[in-house]
């Protein structure tokens, strides 16, 4: 290693700066605003997609699974393809936060151009006019009354954070009485929430949870 390297390394170093990583391989679609590629979960950068289960309602009224469309047409657009992504940041479940391509075409802002996800302004103002242009042309979400996802989270937010961060794992009991645990990362784990009262609970460990009589989530 010459010594122009060598000194560009030791700066960083001292500096505290960190080098942000790239990722890339084949989508596996996990929502409209999160994929795994490869082995890797990635959050989308600068655009926030409506919760798998948010409704929405038509202009006359009636409502939709506008959540559940939303994933479904991104994974016919993505699910198998190959990107390369470009770690901007990392999310309070570790994930990274990265801008992905695919073709040369940068998949978030084609997912805000065309309705199917909104610019995510409390992180970045990347894509806000993207954002306006689909709403003036009433492109895919644009055309129905939708509650902003942030806000729908917040409504339904009850038991998903953890009161101690180095218990992260939910012990949830279904409407059929099985109780299975979700660890983060895992497809189901942002939309659980835990109700101690219902006899619900978080751990530590898996070990811990398997101790107590709760099996893994299989996705």
């Known amino acids: 290693m010459d010594l122009f390297v060598l000194a560009t390394v030791f700066a960083v170093v001292v500096s505290g700066v960190s080098v942000m990583?790239?990722?890339?391989?084949?989508?596996?679609?996990?929502?409209?605003?999160?994929?795994?590629v490869g082995d890797t979960r990635v959050r989308l950068h600068g655009i926030d997609a409506p919760e798998q289960d948010q409704t929405c309602k038509t202009e006359q009224g009636q409502r939709w699974d506008c959540g559940a469309w939303v994933s479904e047409t991104v994974r016919a657009r993505y699910e198998g393809r190959q990107t390369t992504c470009e770690e901007t940041d990392r999310d309070r479940y570790g994930r990274i936060v990265?801008?992905?391509?695919?073709?040369?075409?940068?998949?978030?802002?084609?997912?805000?151009?065309?309705?199917?996800?909104?610019?995510f302004r409390r992180y970045s103002m990347d894509y806000d006019l993207t954002e306006k242009g689909a709403a003036v042309r009433d492109a895919g979400l644009h055309a129905s009354r939708v509650q902003s996802p942030s806000q729908y989270r917040e409504t339904r937010a009850v038991g998903r954070i953890p009161p101690d961060r180095?218990?992260?794992?939910?012990?949830?009991?279904?409407s059929k009485g099985e109780r299975i645990?979700?660890?983060?990362?895992?497809?189901?784990?942002?939309?659980?929430?835990?109700?101690?009262?219902?006899?619900?609970?978080w751990f530590c460990t898996a070990q811990e949870a398997v101790s107590a009589g709760w099996r893994a989530a299989r996705r």
């Open 181 to 201: 645990f979700h660890v983060p990362g895992q497809r189901h784990y942002e939309r659980t929430g835990i109700r101690p009262e219902n006899g619900e609970r």
């Open 166 to 174: 180095s218990c992260r794992i939910k012990g949830n009991i279904s």
């Open 98 to 119: 990265a801008i992905c391509f695919t073709d040369g075409q940068d998949i978030g802002e084609a997912l805000v151009h065309d309705g199917l996800a909104f610019a």
């Open 21 to 36: 990583a790239g990722v890339s391989g084949t989508v596996r679609v996990i929502d409209g605003d999160t994929f795994d």
